[in-house]
């Protein structure tokens, strides 16, 4: 009796899933990218070595310059304190559901200032809060 050894089955690696993964994961990417809006706030931004693209037209954008002075789209606040602060943001918000906030902080505000400015929003349960940069040449 003579017995033929099995031919062994070849392997065949599917990259679809693969594929597919990557797609959304850079969809995910393209969706999450956060942007970019000039003030007319005389303010210096921090640098960052990502570009960042054009602001949507319902975001609250809050300026800071150097002289820790706070302006909610483009009106300044008389004082800093978080009262003010969270007022002028709920007044703002009544308008716009579900907003997201864009800080663009001198360099040289004080830390303080910015942390009040979020802990006004987070109070007022405004929660997608991003900050705005600006391009770092030394970078490239």
């Not at 993964?21 to 969706?31: K, P």
């Amino acid at each position: 009796m003579k017995f033929q050894p099995k031919q062994p089955e070849e392997l065949d690696l599917n990259i679809t899933p693969l594929i597919d993964v990557v797609f959304l994961l850079l969809i995910f990417f393209m969706v999450s990218t956060t942007f970019d809006h000039e003030s007319e706030v005389n303010i210096t931004l921090p640098k960052a070595s990502k570009e960042i693209a054009q602001a949507k037209p319902d975001a609250i954008n809050v300026a800071i310059d150097n002289e820790s002075r706070i302006f909610i789209n483009k009106k300044e606040l008389v004082n800093s304190q978080i009262s003010t602060i969270k007022e002028a943001l709920y007044d703002i918000s009544a308008d716009l559901e579900d907003a997201p906030i864009i800080i663009s902080a001198d360099e040289e505000t004080p830390y303080q200032i910015v942390i009040r400015t979020m802990d006004a929003a987070r109070q007022l349960g405004l929660i997608k809060i991003t900050f705005a940069t600006r391009i770092n040449e030394e970078d490239y």
